[in-house]
């Protein structure tokens, strides 16, 4: 199922729609390897992808601070200067919880893009023990810092659903 966007927002590129939707496969190939799923990558202002990731949260073995975006966004700090990681999108399947809104204000990300917003996700999850979703949006969190971060979301939101469906039961 593709969701048709009539208009694309403003500040939002085809090639933005294109790399949140990949953000969006990347959590189905989770879900598929019987993990959480949730995915994001970091990518250039060309559209090159310079780190992807999916969660590794989940117990007995997982780590709780491992989400997507936390872990795209420190592979990618390994990876460019705070100068690129300026001109650079985290795009994400679902929006970054206050975690991991920290992580992309620390690494220095420039923008983010996401898919299926925290209230929709609480939806989607209710109140399973795996993921107590924050009622905090990320554009408060980075409204709180000292370095603006657009953010451009929820879009493509019933597409990010597939992922969920059927997962948190």
């Not at 007995?60 to 460019?80: I, M, V």
């Not at 705070?82 to 399947?93: E, H």
Request: charged share 20%.
């Amino acid at each position: 199922m593709t969701q048709i966007l009539s208009s694309i927002p403003a500040g939002v590129t085809e090639l933005d729609l294109h790399l949140l939707r990949q953000s969006i496969q990347l959590a189905e190939e989770a879900k598929a390897r019987g993990r959480h799923p949730f995915a994001a990558l970091v990518a250039d202002r060309d559209g090159k992808v310079i780190a992807s990731a999916g969660n590794n949260s989940m117990p007995p073995e997982g780590d709780p601070t491992q989400h997507a975006e936390l872990a795209a966004a420190a592979l990618a700090a390994k990876r460019l200067s705070p100068q690129a990681l300026a001109g650079c999108t985290l795009y994400t399947s679902a929006e970054p919880c206050c975690m991991c809104a920290g992580a992309i204000y620390w690494t220095g990300i420039g923008r983010v893009v996401y898919a299926l917003s925290e209230h929709e996700l609480l939806e989607l999850t209710g109140d399973h023990p795996e993921n107590p979703t924050f009622s905090l949006p990320c554009r408060e969190v980075f409204a709180r810092g000292q370095r603006q971060i657009p953010v451009f979301g929820p879009m493509l939101e019933s597409e990010a659903a597939l992922a969920h469906k059927g997962f948190w039961k």
